[in-house]
Structures are given as C-alpha cells and as structure tokens.
C-alpha cells in the first residue's frame, strides 16, 4: 500500500540510505536536505527505478521552511503519509567547554528541527484525515549520555521525550510517533566525530572509531541499511500498534 514519505537530511549517510529503501518498499519521497546538490542526485536516482521523487532544499531549524516543505510534498506528490525527521548533527567536547552558541545551533537542529517537522507533519495528516506515521532519529546517544558527547547526547534524549508526549497527543487521530536509535554508522557524521576526538583528545585519527566498533557485540560497524531496514518496519503497517517508542538498533552496545 505504501504511499509517500518525506526524509530530511536525505542527501547523504543515513537519510539517503532511509530514502532508497523506502522507495524500494514503493513509497514514492519527499527529500529535504540544507543544500540541493545531494538530494538532487538521491531523488535522482529514484526517479531512474520508477519512483516519483521531488528534492527539497531547507533548513530544518526554521519552522516556516519546515512547514513549507510538508506544503510543497502534498502539492507536488499529491500527499505525505510518512515524515522521517532525520537530519542531525554532532558536537563533540567535554561538558566544560560547551559554549551557549554550540548548544542553541545543535539543540536547534537536533530538536527543534524534529519538533517542527512532528508539528507540521501532524496538522498535515489530521488536515487530510490520514492516519499518518511520523519517525524521528534518537541515536544511543539518547539512552546514555557519552563522554565528549554530552550537549549532543542531551539533544538525543530531548528527541525521545518529544516522541512520547507526541505519541500520546496524537494517538487519537490514530497518528503514531516512533524513534529509531543507531549506533556506530559509518557516515561522514562519523568521520567528523572521529577527526575530532583526534583533535581533541590527541587519539589518533580512526582511533576512536575503531574504539567504539571494538564494542560491538556483533562485531562490525552499522550501515545506513541496517537503519533503513528498521526505519522500514517502522514506516510501513507491521508497526501499526507501536506508538512513543525509541528503539535501539545498534548491533548490540547500548542494553535498556
Ligand atoms: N552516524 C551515526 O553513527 C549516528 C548514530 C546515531 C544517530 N545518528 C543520527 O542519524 C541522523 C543522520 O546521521 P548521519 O550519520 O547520516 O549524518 P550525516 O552528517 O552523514 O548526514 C546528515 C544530513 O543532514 C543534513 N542536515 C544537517 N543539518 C541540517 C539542517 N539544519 N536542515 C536540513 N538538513 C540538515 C546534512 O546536510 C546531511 O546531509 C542524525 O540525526 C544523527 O544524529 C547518527
């Protein structure tokens, strides 16, 4: 039955990954990234398997853009019946040094940023009568708060709090909210943490990548598909009676 999803933050690393798996669940997608380059390329490539695809640019802070984006999704693909809030950013540094301008730009994007897109997405579907699913990315980070990781941690946890009040307020419009929780994925998102930690710490660079991978009990890093693959399930009717919940999918590191 699929229908139509959009994804922010698509147009790289885990986004992208999220949005080529739900157009292969034949979902056709709403991609929404800062710059146009990436999602261009991504709705792109969707468009060469037979899915309709429109690329979006717009910074997920900015509650008008967000709006306007959901706007733009039900006026050009005829609907949205999936909203994946994903787009997310690091900051690595120790509680001490966290400056208030550091924390008001992740908290922003981190949180803010998933909160407009439960606002905008939720008065869409309650607007057209759809029973609608909306998906926001936690991390473990948002189960634990890590070392060097505190401010990025507070806003992962932040996201879990905002998916079960919404969970609840939502419900009787039969609109559900869910987080997925990833691990160690190896996208660019790693690479900055990783450099970072290097600068920071004087670890070597891939140390600490290698560090946190080293604590895997499955034993490898997590690949955007193994997100997507749950982020899916989510997205799709299998979870129809899960609602409020943060579940971690990280190859098995973080135990609640
Ligand atoms: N990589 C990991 O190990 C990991 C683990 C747990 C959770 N996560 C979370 O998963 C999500 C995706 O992570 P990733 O590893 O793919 O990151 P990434 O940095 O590789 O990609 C993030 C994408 O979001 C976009 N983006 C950033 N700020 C934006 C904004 N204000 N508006 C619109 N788009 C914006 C970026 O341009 C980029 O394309 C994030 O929320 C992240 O916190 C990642």
Known sequence: MAGIALVTGAGRGIGAGIARRLAADGFDLALVD????????VAEELRSTGRRAAAFTADVSD??????VVSSCVEELGGLDVMVN???VALVGPVSDVTPEELRRLFSVNVDGVLWGIQAA????????????????SSIAGHEGFAMLGAYSATKFAVRAFTQAAAKEYATHGITVNAYCPGVVGTDMWVEIDQRFADLTGAAVGE??????????????QTPEDVAAFVS??????????????????GGLVYR
């Open 233 to 250: 399930h989510l997205a799709g009717p299998d979870s129809d009676y899960m609602t409020g919940q943060a579940v971690l999918i990280d």
């Open 63 to 68: 509650r008008d853009a967000v709006f306007g």
């Open 34 to 41: 800062l710059t146009p380059d990436g999602v261009e390329a």
């Open 208 to 221: 600490t990548y290698e560090k946190f991978v080293g604590g895997i009990a499955l034993g490898r890093a």
């Open 122 to 137: 939720a008065a869409s579907f309650i607007d057209r009568g759809v029973r609608g699913k909306i998906v926001n990315a």
């Open 86 to 88: 994903n787009a997310g």
